[in-house]
């Protein structure tokens, strides 16, 4: 019955494969061939082996941004988990505004990127403004700046995703636990969490690689200030692409690793936490 | 006795909501006040409230329309986020049918790349993205419809097609017998099924597509900029002086549709977040 169906690949498939072909994957075969080579346009390439790779890694800026990534990444784990895994434990009780509070937290994240980024930062430089700085004075209010902006734009996302996993904890297993003498803590460390395991799975990953990607933010709220110290990976990348003559091939090196470093850790939590999840 | 307690505990959390509420509000209210106060007192005074020698009216809304060409560059992301949207669920269901359905090896492969993809930092595809796109002439605003559909097939074909399977194969068999062939098929008895579906996938990809900056400033450059690009441009400066009355206008009319989209169209949202989630 489906043989008559193959002969309509054409109609059904080629459309958006050779848009994705022209979008994804021939710009990303060129992509991992020309980080091999050093090149000014795309035309004119020189193989230069490993080289940009050695040059991306002494390059003090990819260090500093592969650690500012890391450390913004880790804190915003559990800034952003903490907070949204007790806004659904408490948005998930039987009382009045639940809806609008639901609403007004997952609003930041509709907002996003860069109109988000300046938004934030009216707030925050206007709050600095009493002591007479802004936001690009030093590193670590660029640090926690953008943590906060991460973290308030990312929790009403992981909320929507834990109000899902703990509406589906089944009323007879909380009850169980109750009538057993169990309270709060006891009911949310031994019944809850494990059994909304597969959200923490996902919000972790979630959170994990949109923090390490993150660039509008980036740009928008510090753009590097002071001096490069507070530039995530992403941006990064994109200065050398677009700031720094000559360092084209360099930037594409970086470019793939930063593709490893996502894939790597990626795959990684996933199955470290999917080994924690159990079913009710 | 416990009911009793049961309330307390609701009154008081009710209370640490609001405060988190309006703590998660405050960014944006503040960006309202202060799109309605003269330029000269945002960076100044950024919270005080706009009186009767700050307050200028609709000016700053009027200024940032007319200034920055910001009206063109709404009407320029209207244009690309719906074409966008519709090529990609149209193009993408059609895809994802096919590839749920089609046995072998090359369907298979084709997915796992589709699902690949969605990993990939943008960095790592920016340059040469930017320059085969080039070489096509798909830099146009009506060209870069087609890269939408390209790099957003990956995370629109994955969540559809894992809905396809849930549909039982009857359903198309029955049609095949009665004499429809695939498009017939596909157009009058699985995309209806698929809706619910499609319109979930549909806001998903309206909400970065709208929000994308990096994307339509690498394709379409400054001269056909879309309201993120426009909002990044206003915020350098032209000659080094930002009008800091016209990008709060600017920055209201940027969310504005977004909150309207949300109101509108809340309930698809949440539970494509949830879609999303549970797939990965």
Same mark, same amino acid.
């Given at each position: ?13 080629? =459309? ?9 994957? !021939? =710009? ?21 082996? *490993?080289?940009?790779? @050695? ?22 784990? @559990? ?20 809806? *609008? ?14 109109? *988000? ?45 834990? !109000?899902?996993? *703990? ?11 109750? !009538? ?69 091939? @360099? ?13 790597? !850790? ?15 | ?52 020698? %700050?307050? $200028? ?37 059609? %895809? ?100 619910? %579906? ?28 879309? $309201? ?53």
């Amino acid at each position: 019955m489906y043989k008559r169906f193959y002969r309509w690949f054409p109609v059904f498939v080629l =459309p958006t494969l050779a848009a994705f072909t022209v979008a994804f994957l !021939i =710009p990303f075969g060129m992509g991992v061939w020309l980080s091999f080579h050093r090149f000014t346009t795309i035309r004119n390439t020189h193989f230069v082996g *490993l080289e940009n790779y @050695v040059r991306a890694f002494s390059d003090d800026g990819f260090v500093r941004a592969l650690t500012f990534s890391a450390a913004f990444t880790v804190v915003s784990l @559990v800034t952003v988990n903490v907070l949204a895994f007790a806004l659904a434990l408490a948005l998930t009780r039987r009382m009045r505004g639940v809806n *609008l509070f639901r609403g007004v937290f997952f609003m930041p994240n509709l907002i996003g990127g860069i109109v *988000l980024g300046y938004v934030f930062s009216l707030l925050v430089n206007g709050l600095l403004g009493f002591w007479g700085v802004d936001i690009t004075y030093a590193a670590t209010y660029g640090f926690w700046g953008l943590v906060a902006l991460n973290t308030w734009q990312l929790t009403g996302y992981m909320m929507v995703i834990y !109000i899902a996993g *703990l509406q589906n904890v089944p009323v007879s297993l909380t009850e169980a636990a109750a !009538i057993d003498g169990a309270g709060f803590l006891s009911t949310l460390f031994h019944v809850k969490l494990p059994l909304v395991a597969p959200s923490v799975t996902i919000c972790t990953f979630l959170t994990l690689t949109n923090s390490l990607k993150m660039f509008d933010q980036n740009l928008a709220l510090t753009a590097g200030a002071p001096e490069r110290q507070t530039q995530g990976l992403a941006l990064d990348i994109y200065n050398t692409f677009y700031g720094r003559i000559g360092w084209q091939g @360099v930037g594409q090196a970086k470019a793939v690793l930063f593709f490893l470093l996502v894939a790597v !850790i990626a795959s990684l939590q996933l199955g470290l936490t999917r080994s924690r999840e159990v079913d009710a | 006795m416990t009911h009793r307690r049961e309330k307390r505990t609701n009154r008081l959390l009710t209370a640490l909501l609001l405060v988190l509420a309006l703590v998660f509000l405050l960014p944006v209210i503040l960006v309202v006040l202060n799109s309605f106060k003269s330029r000269l007192y945002i960076s100044a005074a950024p919270f005080a409230l706009p009186d009767t020698e %700050t307050f $200028v009216g609709w000016e700053n809304y009027l200024n940032g329309l007319r200034s920055a060409g910001f009206a063109a560059a709404f009407g320029r992301s209207v244009f690309i986020t719906v074409g966008s949207v519709l090529l990609l669920v149209v193009g993408c269901s059609m %895809t994802s049918w096919y590839l749920a359905r089609a046995k072998g090896w090359f369907p298979k492969v084709l997915y796992l790349l589709f699902v690949f993809s969605m990993i990939v930092p943008f960095q790592m595809v920016m340059y040469t993205l930017t320059y085969v796109v080039g070489q096509v002439g798909l830099d146009t605003v009506v060209g870069i419809l087609p890269v939408y559909l390209g790099f957003g097939s990956g995370l629109t074909v994955f969540i559809l097609s894992g809905f396809v399977r849930s549909i039982p194969h009857e359903l198309e068999e029955a049609a095949m017998m009665d004499g429809a062939g695939p498009l017939q098929c596909f157009f009058r008895v699985i995309f209806p099924v698929m809706r619910p %579906t499609a319109v979930t996938v549909s806001i998903l990809n309206a909400m970065w597509i709208w929000n994308d900056y990096l994307l339509p400033y690498l394709i379409l450059g400054t001269d056909q900029k879309t $309201v993120p690009v426009a909002i990044q441009i206003a915020m350098q400066g032209a000659y080094g002086s930002t009008d800091y009355g016209g990008l709060m206008a600017m920055l209201v009319l940027a969310i504005i549709p977004i909150i309207a989209f949300y109101l509108v169209g809340q309930k698809y949202i949440i539970s494509g977040v949830v879609a999303g989630a549970v797939k990965g």
